[in-house]
């Protein structure tokens, strides 16, 4: 096995398979300063910003087979501990790009959003919204983690770029477009309380974009999701209705989507509706939770005969939760859609957290087999590997959204095997 290096080796790379492809896969283990395809060898070596994220990549793709655009690819560290490209000819590039972006932000020329949403995709990779005002026009480049976008962000007054917490879409018009959501409303009509959610009286939202959703999953869907389902609400049942509450059913159900409203029946106390933010996500639920075991009992999930959940004092309102997990970074979300594992992933800790307080803090839930206190991009994360899904799972819904060392932690489930 080769030494260890920041410097990754792709194989089986097809002339189908673009770098931002390649991007779109290790994105979630860190920074990539540098991206060479060897069209001629059917390979790609790709260069993390340091060794540990490296090794977070190889170690996740040891028990799971990277798959892209339904060819897999393996992967193995590199014998180059640097990659030397030629940088001439990518600054070419990037003084397009930073002109293009100079010009329309002091000249206040507006061009088409179209042909700029098709200029700078062409340039830089995937846009996610581009919104106007009289004089400016931001935008917001998903991908700034490759190495063309991450120049040209430096090389521009941070003034212009803003942040996706400080800039909303909320119509697809002349003036403003979301890319990832094309369900939005041209104009507002009536009270719309989030982009894509149902609400009382519409009998389903739109579908979200399976296509984009499609390549968040490396270019085709998992297997059993059709992506064409258009219920959002769901049927739980077979409750243990001395454990689980709404918040608990809401800490399970957020890992496939964004919940609208969860009412637990009266009539039927074992039984619960989920309403999710579109029909995609109702169908990644389903077949995600269907069978889990949850506190002794193993959970029914079913699409309801229901359109909505009608609000009112019997039901929770969720649709403006900051706790919602697709509110942003949706395609790295749905990439980590999966069944429940024995394995949970914390992060948002405090940065002097100890493996011994992450232990302590889900201890109560389960039989801890090996836990791992890890950094990576300056923010620590751990890993706690429980005995069963079931306890991992009990963990998950009690913890998730709760106070560790003054941090509010998140908790979803991990797809690696061991630690």
């Not at 940065?351 to 039989?367: P, R, S």
Request: with cysteine; glycine share 6%.
């Amino acid at each position: 096995m080769a030494e260890s290096s920041k410097v990754i080796h792709v194989r089986n790379v097809g002339h189908e398979i673009s770098e931002n492809d390649l991007l779109q896969l290790f994105q979630p283990f860190g920074v990539i300063t540098k991206l060479v395809m060897l069209r001629a060898k059917n390979q790609a070596l790709l260069q993390m910003q340091d060794v540990s994220s490296a090794i977070t990549a190889l170690q996740f793709f040891t028990n799971v087979q990277p798959t892209i655009r339904g060819r897999n690819v393996y992967i193995q560290f590199s014998s180059h501990q640097e990659l030397t490209t030629a940088e001439q000819n990518i600054h070419g590039r990037e003084d397009e790009v930073f002109k293009l972006l100079y010009s329309i932000r002091h000249n206040r020329v507006l061009p088409l959003l179209e042909l700029l949403y098709r200029v700078v995709t062409y340039m830089t990779g995937v846009v996610s919204w581009i919104s106007s005002s009289q004089s400016m026009l931001c935008l917001l480049l998903t991908y700034c983690i490759s190495f063309l976008v991450s120049r040209v962000v430096v090389s521009i007054d941070w003034s212009f770029i803003f942040s996706l917490e400080e800039l909303q879409v909320n119509y697809n018009n002349d003036r403003s477009r979301d890319y990832t959501n094309p369900n939005l409303p041209s104009e507002q009509k009536g009270r719309l309380p989030h982009p894509g959610y149902g609400d009382a009286g519409v009998a389903y939202p739109q579908m979200a974009n399976t296509s984009a959703i499609a390549a968040a999953f490396g270019g085709g869907l998992p297997p059993g999701i059709t992506g064409t389902n258009d219920r959002c609400t769901i049927l739980v049942s077979n409750l243990n209705t001395d454990s689980v509450d709404e918040d608990k059913l809401f800490n399970l159900f957020s890992l496939y989507g964004n919940i609208v409203r969860i009412k637990l029946l009266r009539n039927k106390p074992d039984h619960a509706l989920v309403q999710m933010g579109d029909g995609f996500q109702a169908e990644l639920a389903v077949h995600f939770l269907k069978g889990a075991m949850l506190f002794g009992k193993r959970l029914e999930v079913n699409y309801s005969k229901h359109p909505n959940i009608t609000p009112g004092t019997d039901s929770h309102d969720y649709v403006n939760s900051n706790l919602n997990r697709f509110n942003r970074n949706a395609a790295k979300n749905y990439r980590y859609c999966c069944s429940p594992t024995k394995m949970i992933h914390l992060s948002t800790l405090p940065q002097d957290v100890t493996e011994e307080e992450v232990v302590n803090h889900v201890q109560e839930h389960g039989a801890i087999l090996n836990t791992k206190v890890f950094e990576m991009n300056g923010k620590k994360q751990a890993l706690v590997q429980f005995e069963n899904e079931e306890e991992a799972a009990e963990a998950l819904v009690c913890k998730h959204a709760t106070s560790l060392g003054g941090s509010i932690i998140r908790i979803s489930f991990s797809q690696l095997q061991t630690i």
